[in-house]
């Protein structure tokens, strides 16, 4: 195995190299990944000229793809991509930018404030892996918060106070705060608030974080103002610089990060010129809080 990972953030964020991802790996290659994404969160590939077939055959080394229905907006027939792969473009079924009110687009800019994917699903996601196939030519970073440093940064009175709290996360909450109110009756269902732990714990390396996300909307117990301020607050603390990586993109980089242990949201940029991103999704194994029956 030639594969090395070289650290390069301060906190977080490793750079593999010498290694092929659109091919078939050994098992010693994908321990190699999964053990440094629990330690550094994100890993960066470069240069991996990946087909969707591929990036979704390397996504399944980690566990099962997420079934991505419940997570948007986009019609199965205005669907670019295949199944199992979330189009993260600005581009409608004719490949060209979407238009300026469409209201797929409209919810799509939801992925520039800080969240963490599918934290609107009772189980949710464990890693997501980005790859470039079109750059924007201005701006379209994004960027990656450490939610474990983040979390260990807090004063004891502060972590006293936030360990059992458990928040209500929804679609609605997050593009609400863009001011998108308007939902259909069968979006409303889709789009149920879930409850998740504000605090946890990695099942690997046992670190705690802080388990941030627009999505988050409410925390059980607490009347919605004071739940907001004390989110608005977390939020803040956790996005420092300090905190933050900043990925610019090249054509074929592929980026994998935790989500049980991440918040990302990328950058503005010119929606005139195509972005081409495509993501795949590894499901999550277990909930982080008991949900409400209902039905
Ligand atoms: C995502 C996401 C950010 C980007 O794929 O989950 O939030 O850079 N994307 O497009
Ligand atoms: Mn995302």
Not at 17 to 45: C, H, K, N, Q, Y
Not at 71 to 92: A, F
């Amino acid at each position: 195995m030639n594969m090395s990972i070289r650290q390069i953030h301060p906190v977080f964020v490793g750079e593999v190299s010498g290694v092929d991802i659109t091919r078939p790996l050994s098992p010693d290659e994908v321990a190699a990944i999964e053990a440094g994404m629990d330690r550094d969160a994100v890993l960066v590939f470069r240069d991996q000229r990946i087909t969707d077939e591929q990036q979704m055959a390397f996504s399944r080394n980690f566990g099962a793809l997420e079934d991505a229905r419940g997570g948007n907006i986009t019609k199965p027939e205005d669907k670019r991509l295949q199944v199992g792969m979330n189009d993260v473009s600005n581009l409608g079924r004719d490949s060209r930018p979407l238009d300026r009110d469409s209201r797929v687009r409209l919810f799509n800019l939801g992925n520039m404030l800080w969240h963490s994917d599918s934290s609107f699903r009772a189980v949710p996601a464990k890693y997501s892996l980005l790859s470039a196939r079109v750059v924007n030519p201005v701006g379209g970073n994004t960027e990656f918060a450490d939610m474990r440093a983040a979390y260990d940064s807090l004063d004891a009175p502060t972590k006293a106070q936030i360990e059992d709290l458990v928040c209500e996360h929804s679609l609605m909450y997050s593009r609400g705060s863009l001011g998108m109110l308007d939902y259909s009756e069968e979006e409303r269902a889709m789009f149920r608030p879930v409850r998740q732990r504000l605090v946890r714990t990695h099942p690997v390396t046992g670190r705690k974080s802080l388990y941030l996300s627009s999505h988050a909307g409410g925390i059980v117990g607490l009347p919605m103002a004071e739940a907001r301020i004390l989110l608005r607050e977390l939020n803040e603390h956790a996005t420092q610089p300090k905190f933050v990586y900043v990925h610019t993109w090249r054509p074929w980089d592929l980026v994998m990060w935790d989500n049980r242990q991440m918040m990302h949201r990328v950058r503005r940029y010119d929606e005139s010129q195509p972005r081409d991103m495509r993501r795949t999704t590894v499901a999550g194994d277990t909930p982080t809080a008991a949900q409400v029956q209902t039905g």
